[in-house]
């Protein structure tokens, strides 16, 4: 298999398995369909993969009933190789590979394997719905304004609608599954009146998530690197930081419609993390949508889902390793007060 993907997996070209059986324990029949996407053209245009780094793409097979997980590693620049292995439940192994995963044919990929990291040196954030509660306010903007095209038969949208079609996704993805016949100029000109709208009714509305202050305290405490990561366009972006008093708080900003490709893609992590200086396995991701924890845990990163606009499930479906209400979770705080131990005692250590 190791041989057969060197040949065919170079640079650029989009590799598609499907439906491989195999038999593989002493006395059992572990059957697994593996489907993975090759694609490393362009990406290091952004920063976000240096030249013959490896990247990896970490499925897990439902079908499997004795192995979990398997990490597909793809080494991209010069030319690729490919090759495949079985992991158990929860092994660390899996999670030293850097993560340029991609989900193909609708197939998640779980991040249950990514660790906490034992020394964070930056956190990344999503912005709607993860700093600030904006959710609500683009419901209702959607609502009124995809009546008035007629979208849904006429009828306003649900809370189900809106989570399937639109939360965390980028504009013209929502346009390209809603509006099909709209060309690009009609798409710029509604997104454009719809994030004007949503501003305007948002003005006197927002407010930080509940403890993110004493979150981003800790943060400052322990001196560490931070991005906001988003689908948002940029003036949205600094409306809502401006909004919660963080408007020149994060070293970079990173917006999808400004990289070569927006979430669910890892682009947009993969370049905050290269602006920043820091491996994946250094990282901490907080995340509210399915779209947007999609493309953090293909980067590689252990994603923290907050539920502030989305079930549970759909959150655990795509990778999160850790659910929570806000930044004062009990949860959360028991992971951070751990590193803060590890760091004080290498200090004293010192």
Not at 5 to 18: D, E, H, K, N, Q
Not at 63 to 85: E, H
Not at 143 to 164: K, S, Y
Not at 272 to 294: H, K, T, Y
């Amino acid at each position: 298999l190791k041989t057969y993907c060197s040949i065919f997996a170079s640079p650029g070209v989009l590799a598609l398995w499907r439906a491989m059986h195999f038999v593989a324990a002493p006395s059992a029949c572990l059957s697994a369909s593996i489907s993975f996407a090759i694609s490393t053209a362009h990406l290091s245009r952004v920063g976000a993969l240096e030249s013959s780094a490896s990247r990896v793409v970490i499925e897990r097979s439902k079908t499997w009933p004795f192995c979990n997980s398997l990490p597909v590693i793809v080494a991209a620049g010069g030319s690729a190789a490919v090759f495949a292995r079985c992991c158990r439940p929860g092994c660390r192994k899996a999670s030293r590979w850097a993560g340029l995963a991609r989900c193909v044919g609708g197939l998640p990929v779980s991040g249950a394997s990514i660790p906490f990291p034992s020394n964070i040196e930056a956190v990344l954030f999503d912005i709607d719905g993860t700093l600030a509660d904006t959710d609500p306010v683009h419901f209702q903007t959607f609502v009124d304004l995809l009546q008035r095209e007629g979208v849904n038969g006429g009828d306003p949208i649900d809370l189900a609608f809106f989570q399937r079609w639109i939360s965390g996704r980028q504009n013209k993805l929502i346009c390209a599954d809603l509006f099909p016949q709209w060309d690009e100029h009609k798409v710029e000109e509604w997104s454009d009146m719809k994030e004007a709208t949503f501003r305007e009714r948002s003005s006197s509305d927002l407010k930080a998530m509940g403890g993110l202050d004493r979150f981003m305290a800790w943060m400052d405490a322990q001196n560490l690197k931070r991005a906001a990561v988003t689908n948002a366009p940029r003036l949205n972006a600094e409306f809502i930081l401006g909004c919660i008093g963080r408007g020149s708080y994060f070293q970079e900003v990173i917006i999808g419609d400004e990289c070569e490709k927006a979430k669910p893609d890892p682009c947009p992590y993969l370049t905050a993390m290269s602006r920043l200086g820091v491996q994946p396995e250094n990282c901490i991701v907080f995340e509210d949508s399915p779209s947007g924890a999609r493309a953090a845990v293909a980067a590689g990163i252990y994603t923290i889902g907050i539920l502030s606009s989305n079930p549970a499930e759909r959150l655990q479906e795509v990778g999160c390793s850790l659910l929570i209400d806000n930044y004062d979770s009990e949860d959360l705080w028991r992971c951070l007060d751990a590193v803060s131990e590890k760091r004080s005692s290498s200090f004293q250590s010192a």
